[in-house]
């Protein structure tokens, strides 16, 4: 049976969405190495942003298809494996006697970022992708993945520059890498819900970060990778009650 030659320009919508977030990946390190490091970050976070707006797009529109879902993994591995690395190494790594050894570091990040995209890719399917609850990942997804291994970017950022420990730097970033690895469950925010009595204070939360975003960016970065780190072992706990249950 031959393919229909023509095709609903909404298919392609949520493909030009990640074309768009691959080009800000790419842009980012370009300003990376011309030594524009937040206009470099920014980028990165609104590659976050399509990220999530592509799969969106792609449910809303019914528009999911293999190959919509293999240029997703592509744009996550750059984006989220490959472009944060470059930032990190470029800004606090170069030209310093630990070059090396953030070199490794990096080059950690990268690899379990393939090796996460790669295990998800194999479970889609599976009844084990979404660990029996739909509201929770397996280990830290890539969107979330890049912005904790970008903390010591944000924290030099905000002005943090005599709590410069590159070794310990170097693990850390080491230890994000294998979060994005583990079997760790991890809230899912898309499946997320609250009750209507406290939908109030959630909206008004959600000013307030919105407000201290736009005047401290890179401090509010600091502080939201701080709570979502806090909320591993709350994951882990919620889903040991529910499985228990």
Known sequence: MSEPREIKLRH?????VTVFAICAGLTSVRMGLEGRLEFALSFILLAVFL?????????????????????????????FGIAPGILIYSSLYHGTPNANFGWLAVLVLAVCCALRLARFNLSLGEEKAALKKDNF??????????????MPVFMHLSGWENADFPILRAFYIIGVGLLAVSTIPTFSIKHASIKRKHLAVVILLAVLMVISFMTYPWPTLVALNLLYLATL?????????????
């Open 51 to 79: 990220d999530a707006a592509d799969g969106k797009l792609a449910r809303f529109l019914d528009t999911a298809s293999p190959f919509g879902a293999e240029l997703d993994t592509l744009a996550d591995f750059f984006n």
């Open 137 to 150: 990942f397996v280990g830290v997804p890539a969107p979330a993945l890049a912005c904790l291994a970008l």
């Open 233 to 245: 072992p709350l994951s882990y706990f919620a889903h040991r009650r529910l499985t228990q249950a």
């Open 12 to 16: 392609i919508v949520p493909s030009l």
